[in-house]
């Protein structure tokens, strides 16, 4: 049985060693001398630090483009939350304050990299050429997703906390299976580390040595709920329980989130196994449109995030640098104004879904008794005398 | 005894009733779990059983290297084994996932043999986590897996519940049929082997009533094995139960036959005074009364459903035009259950051919009993003749 005891085992390298839990070849979470608590590059003021681990090494367009990512992401993102407020969506998760974990971390990915997300990340879509418009949709309410997630390699949002982190170990699983190169990324946020399913993720991830990154927008609220109620360790350090590195990166800092990402990615796919982000930012305005966040946090705590705003620094840092100047910025504005009227509008335009819709793809192969009870909506919708059975079920005209 | 099929395959598990049949009256309890109690000794009711089962006839190994006859006499758990072999082979994609599925072969020794084959890639032992087996499998079919789920025991799905009802059954419809999740969840169900508590759960009318999923239950060898092939061929998710009170029934299987159909009901025996409706561990039971009752001078017609859902309605509603009555049989608690459903789809479509109300025979509205009790709680022999005595009285 020698050689079913090895057979049996799973593919991961053998454990490390006790007392070497973590793999010490990622770089690691507190630079001597830089920041104490993360990786940074770019202070809240806009000043250039370096850090032993991660640096960026990009061309003057490159780091412009990033200036352009964050501003139309928080441009359309905003507009998203105008349109909940005059009944156009349900509701609207914004992202406001997160777009240089999304943008920078999303800048990271190759194009054959695969994105698991939660709902927020509006910034992650943006990176990966998804039309702004069909990430609407789903809080209009004429689809639960709607897109195909192999077109772009961005995955359906995932509205149950954390559930999305199994499906993209199981897919870094495959990946490794494969043979391939390319990693993956779970997206969730601090409250979702409370969940049993991204502590599975994990031990999957680790014992099947996938190649995923874990990255946490720790933006500090869960709903009402502080971070204070989800754990009592830095979210960093879980990984080290489960044997992989964790980092802890200021997730304000576009320039850090791409270095720590474009690391951790690296590490991933050379066979390294999963990796843990963990980007301290915060979510500027409510969780969705639907609450009230003056009920559970200080407008003195709101200040102070304003100040370490991601779009604010990155914007002083390019001025002062040279490398971008009013103009562009002013362009980057006009961009993003046009990119709002495209949403208004678009959202405004968006059909209502074919009644006979609901009953497409419950499954891939047919099922009888949908079958049976859509051509029974359609009789009955069709004896009414003056009515299709799309304007009989009570949609398209107006709202 | 007439038997009626609806295809061409073998129906090795029709052989059975005769025997316990003729035997029948005297040991009522013929499918009481009494009778199945010695199989089952005492513990965790979990490695035992199957290592009495399978161990000495079926070598590991032996079926890869020399050609197995078409036509073998199997142990359920054995035919089951087969049919994910066949998968296996068929489909480099299918890989299997689970607790203890890989060295040990399964608690029942279903995957025995499997990991040698296929090695630990496509054979994989996960750590004892529902939720991320289930998960996982989902993310292993984005990628283009096939994966073939096997949940230990029945009580141990629900903390997979989410995973199941929520992302499996949904992620295609959500993204308007980009995404095809041909995932198959094998779990052993249902009691009747003296086991410890979560180890006999029914499950079937959570995934039946959840949209999106397919759930399948065969009643015999010939079903277990095509049935398989089909779901794990499916694109869609199947929850595929095994009755597992049944895994230990030798029968013969014909490898070469002609598949039968992954869904719709059959008419296994046909009768003229009422008909018996059951599916997994139950129709056994249900042709053993069938075959006491015809003693009595009684014609009782039993229907496999075979497919939980989708419902092969129409059949069971032809078989009631032809008898008038009705008695559904399942384990699982009757309220909101199976035969609830049934019940009222029969009604719908043959109220005028009835002539008594629909009967149900099935657990009680309790948490499945101790192990001592459940003889009490399942549905025995003379429990449906009752039913089916109530419903001749109208």
């Known amino acids: 049985m020698t050689v079913d005891s090895a057979a049996g085992a799973p593919t991961a390298p053998a454990p490390h060693s006790e007392g070497d839990l973590v793999p010490e070849d990622f770089p690691s979470v507190q630079p001597p001398g830089g920041h104490p608590d993360y990786v940074q590059l770019l202070t809240p003021e806009g000043r250039r630090v370096e850090h032993p681990g991660y640096s960026v090494d990009l061309s003057h367009d490159e780091y412009r483009s990033l200036y352009r990512d964050m501003v139309l992401t928080r441009r359309f993102d905003a507009e998203g939350t105008a349109l909940a407020r005059q009944g156009e969506l349900a509701l609207w998760a914004s992202l406001a304050g997160q777009e240089a974990a999304q943008i920078g971390s999303g800048r990271a990915l190759r194009a054959d990299d695969h994105v698991f997300p939660t709902y927020r990340e509006h910034g992650v879509a943006w990176c990966r050429g998804m039309d702004p418009l069909s990430l609407f949709g789903l809080f209009r309410g004429v689809t639960h997703g709607g897109w195909d997630p192999k077109e772009r390699n961005f995955h359906l949002y995932t509205l149950v906390i954390g559930a999305q982190t199994l499906h993209a170990t199981g897919y870094a699983m495959g990946v490794a299976k494969d043979g391939a190169d390319s990693a993956v990324v779970a997206y969730f946020g601090d409250g979702a580390t409370s969940q049993g399913d991204v502590a599975e993720a994990f031990n999957f991830a680790s014992v099947y040595n996938a190649p995923v990154v874990f990255f946490c927008q720790n933006n500090h609220y869960a709903i009402s709920e502080s971070i204070e109620h989800q754990t009592r360790v830095p979210l960093f350090q879980r990984a080290s329980g489960y044997g992989f590195p964790g980092v802890r990166v200021d997730g304000n800092d576009v320039l850090a989130c791409l270095a720590v990402t474009k690391a951790a990615l690296e590490h991933a796919r050379s066979g390294g196994g999963p ?28 200040d102070e995030w304003r100040r370490k705003d991601p779009i604010d620094r990155y914007r002083t840092w390019l001025l002062d640098a040279g490398l971008a100047d009013q103009a562009f910025c002013d362009e980057v504005d006009a961009e993003a104004e046009e990119l709002a009227r495209r949403v208004r509008v678009g959202v405004r335009q968006m059909p209502d879904p074919e009644p006979t819709a609901m009953f497409d793809h419950v499954h891939a192969e047919g099922h009888a008794l949908v079958e049976e009870q859509r051509a029974g909506f359609v009789e009955y919708h069709a004896g009414f005398a003056d009515a299709t059975p799309a304007t009989a079920a009570g949609s398209g005209e107006g709202r | 005894m007439t038997v009626t099929t609806s295809s061409n395959a073998a129906e090795p598990g029709l052989a059975s009733p005769a025997g316990p049949a003729a035997e029948g009256l005297p040991g009522a309890g013929a499918t009481a779990p009494g009778t199945t109690a010695p199989t089952a000794p005492g513990g965790d009711g979990t490695a035992a059983h199957p290592g009495t089962a399978t161990g000495a006839s079926d070598a590991p190994g032996t079926v890869a290297e020399a050609p197995a006859p078409a036509v073998r006499t199997l142990t359920l758990a054995k035919t089951i084994n087969e049919s994910l072999r066949r998968a296996m082979r068929e489909d480099s994609r299918v ?60 009580g141990f799905t629900y903390p997979a519940f989410d995973q199941i009802v929520s992302q499996l059954a949904k992620m295609p419809s959500r993204s308007h049929g980009h995404v095809k999740l041909p995932v198959v969840l094998r779990i052993p169900f249902a009691g009747g082997i003296g086991s410890v ?198």
Request: proline content about 6%.
């Open chain 2, 95 to 154: 890989v299997l996932m689970g607790e203890d599925v890989g060295q040990l072969g399964g608690v029942f020794r279903v995957t025995d043999g499997l990991l040698k084959e296929f090695g630990p890639e496509r054979v994989m032992d996960t750590p004892l986590a529902e939720s991320g087996i289930v998960g996982t499998a989902i993310g292993l079919a984005l990628r283009g897996y096939r994966p073939v789920v096997e949940i230990q025991f029945d």
């Open chain 1, 275 to 302: 990796v843990l982000v963990e980007a301290v930012t915060y979510r500027m305005g409510p969780h969705t449109t639907t609450d009230d966040p003056t009920r559970y946090r200080t407008s003195a705590e709101e």
């Open chain 2, 197 to 394: 508590e979560h180890h006999s759960e029914s499950l079937e009318a959570y995934f039946a009533h959840t949209p999106g999923l397919k759930v399948l239950t065969p009643a015999n060898h010939a079903d277990a094995y095509w049935m398989l092939q089909q779901a794990i061929r499916s694109d869609d998710p199947v929850i595929f139960l095994e009755p597992k009170r049944r895994y230990w029934d030798k029968a013969e299987l014909d490898t070469t036959a002609e598949p039968v159909p992954m869904t719709g009901a059959r008419v296994v025996t046909t009768g003229t005074d009422c008909t018996l409706v059951a599916y997994g561990p139950m129709v056994k039971l249900c042709l053993e009364s069938a075959a006491a009752a015809a003693e009595e001078g009684r014609s009782l017609e039993v229907v496999d459903l075979r497919s939980v859902s989708p419902l092969d309605v129409e059949t069971v509603a032809a078989s009631v035009r032809r008898t008038g009555r009705l008695v559904v049989v399942h384990e699982a608690n009757t309220f909101v259950g199976l035969g609830a459903e049934i019940a009222a789809a029969v009604t719908e479509r043959c109220f005028y051919s009835l002539e008594a109300p629909v009967l149900r025979v099935g657990g009680y509205h309790t948490p499945y009993p101790p192990a001592r009790l459940e003889g009490q709680y399942l549905p025995n022999l003379d429990r449906v003749l009752d039913a089916v005595d109530r419903a001749l009285a109208f």
